[in-house]
Structures are given as C-alpha cells and as structure tokens.
C-alpha cells in the first residue's frame, strides 16, 4: 500500500529522507490546500543567511481549493526573480554548472499544475540521486486512513537527534551550517553524493 505525502515545492531533506524510505507514494490531492506551507515554499541558503523562495499560486475555489486544483500563477517576472535568488545562491557551488540546464527549466518553465510541477521536481532530484519511487495521486480525501505525514512541519529543524553537516557555500567567514534546508542545497554542493544524507541525515548518539 502507497504511503501518503503532501506534496512539497523543492522539498526538503526531512522530506525526501522520509520519501525515500518507500517504494510507492501517494501524493495527498484532495486536502483543502493550507497555505504559508512548503507545499509552495522552501529555503536556500544565500548570502543574507537563509532565505524563503515562493512559487505564487492561485485558488479557484478560494479557501475551499482542493490541492490537485492550485495552479501556478504564470508570472514571468516572479519566476526570473525565484531564478536569480537560487543562481546568487548557488553558482558558485560544485555541482550547480552540472545540473544548470534543467534546474533553469523547472524554475522558468514550470508546470502549470502545482502537483505536477512537484512531481517533475521530484523526479528530477531522485533520478540525480538513483532512487526509484512509484508515485499516484490520491482519488479522494478519507479522513479514516489520511496520512500524519500531512500535518508534519517538514521545514523544521528540530529533531531529537543532530543534523549531520555537510558543506554549504560560504558566503562569509561566519557563516553557520543550516541544516534541513531545501534538497535543492543538497544537490547544488553535493550533486549525487547527496544521496548518503538523505538516507541517514541524523547523527544518532
């Protein structure tokens, strides 16, 4: 049985370190889209420290919009400005040459549908990292089997364990790890090694 996840917009290491742990998923469609969550949202690490980067979204149906109904809102101008924070971020990182093309793609040319842009990107992250997931869409929202995985902060840092750190770029000599952000900081300096964190991020005592 698929297990259920939210979908999330560039998601982060909690996230893809949960995904990753199951062969089939099934993303959560039919909520009631909730907002200021990284269903549309998620992190890098930039020069100004970390910093928030959101795709705008619009509800037909208001607050009463299902998930599998929220599109992108094709502001041409809104995803340039996502693309320069992400290139000022990361253009000096090992692996951002690499990957360029395609990062460029998904950025400036995303799908319309939020859930499908979400499923393009996540397919783009596990490929570069040799996982395999099947993944579905849910056909209906039953609150009896709805996954706790739904109401999980994924953008949170706290843990009952210690993050494992890695390199990030450094924008200045006091430069602090952040830990759990976007996976998109984990390919940029990590590229395919990546994959050992998302595994196992948690130093365990």
């Known amino acids: 049985m ?6 999330s917009y560039w998601g ?8 990753v742990k199951h062969r089939q998923v099934a993303l959560e469609c039919y909520e009631t ?3 200021q969550t990284h269903r549309n949202r998620f ?3 930039s020069p100004q420290g970390l910093l928030p980067v959101t795709i705008p979204v619009f509800k037909p149906n208001g607050s009463k919009t299902l998930t599998k109904d929220i599109s992108i809102l094709q502001d ?15 253009a000096s990182s090992p692996f951002f040459d690499h990957y360029e093309l395609e990062l460029k793609e998904l950025f400036l040319s995303p799908n319309e549908n ?13 490929n570069a990292w040799g996982f395999e997931i099947e993944f579905r869409e849910t056909t209906n929202f039953d609150w009896k089997t709805q996954s706790s995985l739904l109401h999980v902060d994924f953008l949170s840092t706290e843990n009952q364990y210690v993050w494992k750190n890695y390199t990030q770029v450094r924008f ?22 990546a994959r ?3 595994v196992d991020p948690f130093i365990r005592g």
């Open 33 to 35: 889209f909730p907002k």
């Open 114 to 126: 939020l859930v499908q842009h979400c499923l393009d990107i996540n397919s783009f992250l596990l």
């Open 12 to 19: 982060s290491l909690l996230y893809f370190s949960e995904l």
């Open 196 to 198: 050992k964190i998302v």
């Open 172 to 193: 200045h000599e006091t430069s602090a790890f952040f830990p759990n952000t976007s996976a998109l900081d984990l390919l940029c300096n990590l590229g395919p090694m």
């Open 43 to 45: 992190h890098i690490v």
């Open 76 to 90: 041409k101008s809104g995803f340039k400005k996502n693309w320069k924070s992400v290139t000022s971020a990361y």
């Open 2 to 7: 698929a297990e259920i996840f939210p979908i």
